[in-house]
Structures are given as C-alpha cells and as structure tokens.
C-alpha cells in the first residue's frame, strides 16, 4: 500500500474515532456536555443536533465514496466548534487542559487532509462551484 493510502486511511480513522467518542458525553447530557452547551445557549438542542452531525459525518468519513462529503461536514463542525472555544468557551473546559480544543485541531487537519486526498470523488455537477483551487 502506498503511504499517502495509508495516512489517508489513518486521517480518517483518527477524525472518526474522536467524532464517535465524544457521542456518549452529548447523547447522555453528561454534566461537561451540558454545561459547555449552555454557555453557548443551544442547550439541549445544540448538543443532540450536533451529536446527531457527529455521528453522520463520522460514518461517511469512513465510507470510501462519501469521504469528501464527510469531510466538509467535519471541517464545518470542527471549525465552529474551534470559534466556540476562542470566543465564548476558552481553550481549557473544566480544566481538561486544552484536551477539547486539541481534539478539534486534530480533526480539523485529519479532515482536511481527507478532503483534499477524495477531492476526486466530488460529483462533477458540485466540482463546478467549488473555486478552481479545489478541483
């Protein structure tokens, strides 16, 4: 197997894992969940609908001719929850030490490495808005 294939494969394991792992804190209104939800003022709602999200884009980041799709999903889900954490939650949550905050970047690049690496599997009719850097 070719590295890229291999990291590609990695980029999209890692992003899933951590997108899945965090569903039992949301989907069970963990006290953390619930409280970082509610600073943002989209308790409950903003908390199961984003789970809800998660673990879509989790399963179609996994799917081999859908990773482009959940890939996009997962760097608009990340990259709110990273302006979540600059502008309203702080990088340390409940002194986690930054671990959340971490766990966004992470997904954030994973993702977006998978993005470019299935890029080639966007549907030509959407490839035509995309700007010319992206196909």
Same mark, same amino acid.
């Given at each position: 197997?070719?590295?890229?294939?291999?990291? !590609?494969?990695?980029?999209?394991?890692?992003?899933?894992? %951590?997108?899945?792992?965090?569903? !039992? !804190? =949301?989907?069970?209104?963990?006290?953390?969940?619930?409280?970082?939800? @509610?600073?943002?003022?989209?308790?409950?709602?903003?908390?199961?609908?984003?789970? %809800?999200?998660?673990?879509?884009?989790?399963?179609?980041?996994?799917?081999? !001719?859908?990773?482009?799709?959940? @890939?996009?999903?997962?760097?608009?889900?990340?990259?709110?929850?990273?302006?979540?954490?600059?502008?309203?939650?702080? %990088?340390?949550?409940?002194?986690?030490?930054?671990?959340?905050?971490?766990?966004?970047?992470?997904?954030?690049?994973?993702?977006?490495?998978?993005?470019?690496?299935? =890029?080639?599997?966007?549907?030509? @009719?959407? =490839?035509?808005?995309?700007?010319?850097?992206?196909?």
């Amino acid at each position: 197997m070719k590295t890229q294939t291999v990291l !590609f494969w990695i980029a999209r394991i890692i992003a899933a894992i %951590i997108l899945l792992q965090t569903l !039992f !804190f =949301k989907f069970t209104g963990a006290p953390e969940s619930v409280e970082i939800f @509610s600073k943002l003022g989209i308790e409950p709602w903003g908390r199961i609908g984003t789970g %809800i999200l998660e673990f879509i884009t989790a399963l179609l980041i996994l799917i081999p !001719f859908t990773v482009w799709l959940g @890939s996009i999903l997962a760097i608009g889900l990340m990259a709110g929850a990273l302006f979540s954490h600059l502008t309203v939650l702080g %990088i340390v949550v409940q002194n986690d030490h930054g671990q959340l905050f971490l766990y966004a970047l992470i997904v954030l690049a994973c993702a977006s490495f998978s993005f470019w690496k299935s =890029k080639n599997q966007i549907p030509l @009719s959407l =490839k035509k808005l995309l700007p010319s850097f992206l196909q």
